[in-house]
């Protein structure tokens, strides 16, 4: 299968991405657990490892078709954070990107008549919305509930309970 330079550079970037968002929620699920918001890190942590199940979708493919995948440097996240709802803005920010990238490339698969890559980005373009939406129900919580002590503990119980059993 031909896969163009400037595609192969789009999925090892994409990987170093997903390989970035893994890192970031580990800081933000690290940061969430010290502060005491075990709801919010349970949930962040268990998105370290769907980020990675994403890295490793494009890895398996990379090298799938005999083009050896470019496992990255990761460059190291934030330490700490505001709060939690800032937490979540940033989440989200993280996943617009994320999307944004992902559409390039299936941009580019389409204009270079890549049908296997553009095929195997679908899954991706379908995942984005999920999460982007995951976190933007979140964010709405924080105006519907309030931000004082007592709807943080609601919004980190409900962070909780937003934890699936089959990650992606
Ligand atoms: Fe893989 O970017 Fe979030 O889901």
Redesign the pocket.
């Known amino acids: 299968m031909k896969i163009s330079s400037s595609m192969i550079k789009a999925l090892n970037d994409q990987i170093a991405m997903?390989a970035f968002?893994s890192n970031y929620y580990l800081a933000m699920g690290s940061w969430c657990e010290i502060t005491g918001y075990e709801g919010a890190a349970n949930f962040f942590y268990q998105?370290v490892d769907?980020?990675r199940l994403?890295m490793m979708k494009i890895v398996h493919y990379l090298n799938g078709v005999g083009i050896p995948a470019v496992i990255p440097l990761v460059k190291a996240p934030p330490k700490t954070f505001k709060s939690l709802e800032s937490v979540c803005k940033t989440a989200l920010k993280?996943?617009q990107a994320?999307t944004a990238a992902i559409n390039k490339m299936a941009e580019l698969a389409q204009k270079q008549k890549d049908h296997s890559t553009f095929g195997f980005i679908q899954w991706?373009i379908n995942?984005?919305i999920e999460?982007e939406k995951i976190f933007e129900t979140i964010l709405q919580k924080f105006d519907l509930i309030g931000r004082d002590k007592l709807a943080i503990n609601e919004i980190d119980k409900s962070l909780a309970s937003m934890i699936t059993t089959n990650a992606n």
């Open positions: 997903e968002a998105h769907e980020e994403h993280n996943e994320i991706f995942e984005q999460e």
